[in-house]
């Protein structure tokens, strides 16, 4: 003998309810996948697409991420599945982007500090540091402070961001730096050269405004301070 609490009632009735039973054993009707369903092919017959990279080669693949049609030497294994090379390769990493304001930050205060650092280059050249030895000009240590001087000045304004538009910027500010110094070596020379004569015999002419091997190869090192930064 058993006896029911008045309150479950409904519950009771609904479990030994047929209609339920019936609902919970079979699927409603149209829960099967149709017949014909089956005869759909998932992919694309090859022919309809063609790889985005080779145009010639038909294909049956996309990428999973951008769905572009990519032939087998384009598809890349991921863990996430096939990709093209793009994809694949994932985002590019915030530290890599810089945003325009800071490169326009950055491009001003590199500018401006090659600038201040190749007067002054050019300035203590011609004020007596270039007698220290026969031929020592300090060419070294001025391009160690330019190039560690516009890498570091960048580098502060553009928030640390690294990448090829900050290296591009850092080079060409060691560049102007050095144009910088060597205009106002010219400008203090007694009889300073024209840019047509130096641009008329630059080998010959060079010398006279302490442009050497050694400065060039220095001037170099200045350069890839700036590379080395922001790579
Ligand atoms: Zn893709
Ligand atoms: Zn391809």
New binding site residues.
Partial sequence: MYYTIPEATHLVKRAHDPRRWRMRRSPPVDWRPSINATAESPVESAGDLRCYNHPDTPTRLR??????P?CTRCATPTPVGL??P???RGPVPVVYQTAAPLLLRAVGGGLAVAVVIGVAWGVLNTLGLGRFGARYDWGFWFSLLLGFGVAETISVLAKRKRGTNLQAIGIAAVLLGFVVSRAVLNARRTRPLSLEQFLGDPLNTAPFLRIELLTLIFLALACAIAWRRFR
């Fill in positions: 990428c999973n991420r951008c769905e572009r990519i990709r093209c793009e994809c694949a």
